[in-house]
């Protein structure tokens, strides 16, 4: 009786209806979620009034009055603001390097690890397993005070061919500088590949049209190169010339040198990260179906050719998600510099965050900017990792 | 379908929970002063909560029954620690055990809180140490946004520490150079100030860690190394070998390095202030560990009243009268804390230099006891 109540007389009463429910809780959630960021905004903003701190930006405008040991060009007297962006630009280029280099790394090492040699195999194997289970920290300071910091004293340079020094105050070596006749140079170079990538597409096409033997890349070839040469040498002087380093009282000055703060911290994250993607790329190879492997022998391509032509652009869509979170990691792990004296983001905005006593902006752009540098790279990957997925039609 | 009833249940009180604790946060006189309101007080029951707000932080720290005090732990001769032992010695160190005296009669009623240059004033302006006592400069802009300095138990300069073998005798020779500083320190400016006003370029090397940048100066990543010159005289001991580094003779900044205290709590800043100027006044009356016993019945009314014999100078602190006594028989007067941790029988060595008695021609002056 009771159950032919239920299903033919009363409708469902709205607080069992799970479309009402199911937005009611929607709702509910909403607020707990703003009741608690409210709550945490109110005690942070109550507890800074407490302890006379404000929560303004105006001290970014204040001179910094200290030292930063490289980067873009700064000095003590600019400001707070332009401190802080000569760390963002060493953390970015820190990052974009280590990301570069990681890559390349983890690739090769990747491969090596399923080759035939078993001795490579297990050297390969044994370097990812050190690194992946050893923290990062560590190996820093490890590059920095037992690797880099042993190398010879500047005096004692290892002089390599070249002009290249290196010490443990890093690796000095010739640096190109600019004369007046760079920017033009730059113009001829632009002038260059531009009609260069012209040229070849207009033989190609002619190529098409007409059927006959037009020699694009060759022709291309030659308007890309001797373009930028002929800007080289025609306006007489050179647009660039080497600096050579020379030993000073104390340091190399002159020429380029990578310090040993960077050189640390960059090859930690690469020798870090680059396991890991080792793995990545290991993984990503073994999940193409082994068909088309056998199927690609079968057509008699070479190793390298079976490599470049078959197993990467399969491997790649599966290889993509989780290199980005690699890359992001990367970026966020720049931030241990610190340990090793590099100036990046984190240690300058610390620096900052210290002497005006402004602990909460100073995290907040912190924050923010890694936000910034992660949402950027997540989003250049997503657009990559959407161009390599299969089209299915 | 329950499931999701309980569940909606479960959020509904959550939510209920949240709300009220909100209200009760709103109804609280906004602006109460020492306030300790931190997010896992607030949801407190409400009778809770005014309790744990009012008072000094002399209460909680008696309540606790030790107090917190936040040092340096890397510093040889003023807060390090002892290998054989275990504990913290040095001459900061000794004050954090005064406090302890002072207040429980028993100096190991410390907890030691090591703290970085950087985390130091992060540290203080949450309150979770009740003092720092940590070769920390008296400056306008971090009395204003750190705490209060109580008065300043070391006076010390900046100073220049370089490889002997470089030759460099003066700033000027260091032209070129590579100069290791530890970041969150007045040090990080001076240098700066300095080597701009005299024109001399330098490319500091910059890190977080105090042994990180002696270990990077001592291997030879820099040329110098640049601190309080107590500092550099303390480190220097502990090198390998420590006749290959020499301290300039300059002196780059004035540097008063003393205790600091929370904001807005001046019964406590009282209590670590005369805690202070105690050590100080006992020296300069002759009163010392050993021959303290011999001025418990003296006639001399400033002795008197300085040990509490007299008056109630100790209680109107929120103290014992007697606590310059538990000071001195635990710990000593300044003489005696500055003599065992960096005076002649130790490997620093030091001069008193400017910290003598203001009756030696130094700077210690302790205001009266009466």
């Known amino acids: 009786m009771a159950q032919q109540a239920r299903f033919h007389h009363q409708p469902v009463p709205f607080w069992r209806d799970v479309r009402v429910l199911a937005i009611f809780t929607q709702i509910l959630f909403l607020l707990v979620v703003i009741l608690v960021a409210g709550l945490l905004y109110a005690n942070m903003t109550h507890a800074l009034a407490q302890r006379g701190l404000s929560l303004g930006f105006g001290f970014l405008k204040l001179e910094a009055g200290f030292e930063i040991g490289e980067g873009i060009r700064y000095s003590p007297s600019d400001t707070y603001g332009r401190a802080f962006l000569v760390g963002v630009v060493n953390t970015l280029l820190v990052s974009g390097l280590g990301i570069l280099f990681a890559t390349i790394l983890g690739v090769i090492v990747g491969v090596a690890r399923l080759s035939n040699n078993w001795l490579l195999t297990r050297i390969v194997g044994a370097y990812i397993e050190l690194i992946r289970n050893t923290p990062l920290l560590v190996q820093l300071v490890f590059w920095y005070f037992a690797v880099i910091l042993q190398l010879p004293p500047v005096r004692q340079s290892l002089e390599l061919p070249g002009n290249i020094y290196i010490h443990q105050r890093g690796v000095t070596m010739p640096w190109l500088i600019p004369s007046p006749t760079f920017k033009l140079w730059l113009l001829t170079l632009a002038a260059g590949i531009i009609l260069g990538i012209l040229a070849w597409r207009v033989l190609i096409q002619y190529q098409l049209r007409t059927g006959r033997t037009t020699y694009p890349i060759t022709v291309g070839l030659i308007v890309f190169i001797v373009l930028p040469i002929l800007g080289w040498y025609l306006p007489g002087e050179t647009p660039v010339s080497w600096e050579m380093p020379v030993l000073q009282r104390f340091n190399f000055t002159g020429g380029r040198t990578l310090t040993p703060e960077f050189t640390a911290l960059l090859v930690g994250l690469v020798v870090y990260t680059g396991a890991f993607i080792a793995e990545i790329v290991r993984a990503g190879i073994q999940a193409v179906p082994r068909g088309q492997l056998e199927a690609a022998r079968a057509l008699g391509l070479s190793n390298a050719q079976m490599l470049r032509l078959v197993i990467f652009p399969q491997a790649l869509r599966i290889i993509i998600p989780p290199l980005t979170s690699q890359y992001l990691n990367l970026a966020k792990n720049s931030s241990l510099a610190i340990a090793v004296g590099y100036p990046d983001l984190f240690a300058v905005g610390g620096t900052i965050a210290n002497q005006t006593g402004q602990p909460v902006p100073v995290i907040i752009m912190i924050m923010s900017s890694y936000l910034s540098i992660s949402l950027l790279t997540a989003l250049f990957m997503n657009w990559y990792n959407r161009r390599v997925q299969f089209v299915v039609r | ?370």
């Open chain 2, 1 to 370: 379908m329950d499931r999701r009833l309980l569940a909606m249940t479960f959020t509904l009180f959550v939510v209920l929970g949240l709300l009220l604790s909100a209200c009760q946060m709103a109804a609280q006189p906004a602006p109460a002063p020492a306030a300790e309101t931190s997010a896992e007080e607030a949801p407190k029951p409400a009778e809770a909560a005014p309790a744990a707000q009012q008072g000094s932080r002399l209460e909680t720290v008696k309540a606790r029954g030790k107090v917190i005090c936040g040092v340096n732990g890397g510093l040889p001769g003023f807060s390090y620690l002892d290998e054989t032992t275990g504990n913290f010695t040095g001459f900061d160190a000794d004050y954090c055990r005064a406090v302890a005296a002072a207040i429980f009669d028993d100096p190991n009623a410390v907890e030691f809180r090591p703290l970085s240059a950087k985390e130091r004033s992060t540290a203080l302006q949450t309150g979770e140490i009740d003092v720092l006592i940590r070769n920390t400069t008296w400056t306008i802009s971090r009395d204003a946004s750190w705490g209060n300095f109580a008065p300043t138990t070391f006076y010390d300069g900046q100073g220049m520490m370089v490889h002997k073998e470089l030759g460099a005798t003066k700033l000027e020779d260091l032209a070129g150079a590579s100069i290791c500083v530890q970041t969150g320190t007045t040090t990080e400016l001076n240098l700066t100030d300095q080597m701009r006003a005299r024109g001399i370029e330098f490319t500091p090397v910059v890190f977080e860690e105090i042994d990180a940048t002696y270990a990077a100066y001592e291997e030879g990543r820099c040329d110098a190394v640049t601190s309080d010159r107590s500092q550099l005289a303390a480190r220097r001991t502990v090198f390998a070998n420590p006749a290959d580094h020499i301290i300039l003779d300059v002196v780059m900044s004035k540097e008063p390095l003393g205790p600091v205290v929370p904001h807005g709590d001046d019964q406590w800043f009282d209590v670590i202030k005369w805690i202070v100027f105690g050590t100080i006044q006992a020296e300069e009356l002759g009163i010392n560990s050993q021959n303290i016993d011999s001025f418990m019945d003296s006639k001399d009314p400033v002795t008197r009243r300085l040990l509490g014999l007299e008056g109630n100078l100790g209680e109107q602190l929120g103290l014992s009268n007697d606590f310059v006594v538990r000071i001195i028989r635990h710990v000593g007067n300044y003489g005696e804390i500055f003599d065992r941790n960096l005076g002649p029988g130790t490997p620093f060595n030091m001069d008193r230099g400017p910290n003598k008695l203001w009756t030696d021609g130094g700077l210690l002056y302790s205001p009266p006891f009466r």
